[in-house]
């Protein structure tokens, strides 16, 4: 995984999500965020760090909607640096949370490399951010 800092967005994956995101129809983009969350948040077995990295950008979409704190990551989806929106439901709210723990989480491969850099406590930050916002 290609990641330049602990930003949820400062990695190949969640950046490459978000590009597919920015080229989504409005309409679509709600249930790209949930299957994003859906994949980290549901599985029960290794949790790949680029499924993990994407959970993140999709947690912190949905944490800037319901906060209100603008993304400024030129790596986030262009639409929304824009000023643009996604529908959030509560639903996908608890979900994200869900993600976050998951993420977080034994068997987490997300979790394993920020361990082995040493810069764990510093994405762990981004995280416990990003569920407060939630």
Do not use: H
Request: glycine share 8%; with cysteine; hydrophobic share 45%.
């Amino acid at each position: 995984m290609g990641t330049w800092d602990v930003g949820p967005f400062d990695n190949d994956s969640a950046a490459d999500w978000c590009g597919d995101l920015d080229k989504a129809a409005p309409k679509r983009r709600p249930a790209m965020v949930r299957k994003a969350l859906k994949a980290a948040a549901g599985r029960t077995k290794y949790l790949d760090s680029d499924e993990a990295s994407e959970a993140v950008a999709a947690a912190a979409i949905v944490a800037s909607q319901r906060s209100g704190v603008p993304i400024t990551s030129p790596y986030a989806p262009d639409f929304l640096l824009e000023g643009g929106r996604v529908e959030i439901d509560d639903a996908l709210v608890a979900l994200a949370v869900r993600a976050l723990n998951r993420v977080m989480g034994e068997d987490s491969e997300w979790l394993e490399l920020w361990e082995e850099s040493g810069s764990s406590p510093e994405a762990m930050a981004v995280i416990e951010g990003i569920r407060g916002a939630l």
